[in-house]
């Protein structure tokens, strides 16, 4: 599934208000930030990437990180319920694992936040 610019986490209050009053998930790699929206487009579902000097290192790092986080949720935002708002925060080991147990990590997340939503 294609990943739309509309999918983009952009303003300051969004993020703040993933972090408020969403659900954090720790994956170790990662961490996942998950809330459940009611507005004007309810089908679509929106990313955000953090990626710090701090966690992930140099810029170079940091776009990988991002690009591998992206690359997750484009791959696999069908299973996440319609409505839905993550934020990825990447940690330093996102760039140096498997892609595979990336993708193993962010789908088992994104089985349980469907199994959230329907309950």
Not at 28 to 49: E, I, M, N, S, Y
Not at 102 to 110: D, I, M, S, Y
């Amino acid at each position: 599934m294609r990943f739309h610019p509309e999918q983009h986490l952009r303003r300051k209050s969004d993020f703040r208000n993933l972090r408020e009053h969403g659900q954090r998930i720790n994956l170790g790699l990662f961490t996942l930030w998950w809330l459940h929206r009611h507005d004007a487009k309810p089908q679509l579902r929106r990313v955000g990437l953090v990626a710090s000097i701090a966690a992930v290192g140099n810029a170079v790092q940091r776009n990988l990180a991002k690009r591998r986080l992206r690359e997750l949720f484009r791959r696999h935002q069908e299973i996440l319920p319609a409505g839905s708002d993550l934020l990825l925060v990447a940690r330093a080991a996102v760039s140096l694992q498997p892609f595979p147990l990336l993708e193993a990590k962010f789908t088992e997340a994104c089985r349980k936040i469907a199994a959230l939503s329907h309950a």
